[in-house]
């Protein structure tokens, strides 16, 4: 059974950095792409930043610049370092991880991102 622990949400002021960990455990032939989506009140959920497991990455044009995916593969854990926040950034951020066998995406339960003014 896949598990996910995140961790490293808060209140912060904009301006301001916050770094986010998810630990995947589980899965017995490791995990594919890693990243981050975020779902703010009353908007869908969006994709953040993905890592592959070669390092590859992928950010929303929102973030790029200021937010640095990566991962220890030797630990399954991703990691989101957020700079220069933003009010905007402002929502609940879940982690995503997809299995390499089978073929399985997981989600985190999320926590919560506030950017103050």
């Known amino acids: 059974q896949v598990q996910l622990v995140e961790s490293g949400g808060g209140l912060v002021q904009a301006g301001g950095s916050l770094r986010l960990s998810c630990a995947a455990s589980g899965s017995r032939f490791g995990f594919t792409t890693m990243g981050w989506y975020r779902q703010a009140p009353g908007e869908q959920r969006e994709m953040v930043a993905i890592i592959a497991s070669g390092g590859g990455t992928n950010y929303s044009n929102s973030v790029k610049g200021r937010f640095s995916i990566s991962r220890d593969n030797a630990k399954n854990t991703v990691y989101l370092q957020m700079n220069a926040l933003k009010p905007e950034d402002t929502a609940v951020y879940y982690c995503?991880?997809?299995?390499?066998?089978?073929?399985?995406?997981?989600w985190g339960q999320g926590t919560q991102v506030t950017v103050s003014t």
């Open positions: 995503n991880v997809v299995t390499i066998f089978p073929t399985v995406a997981y």
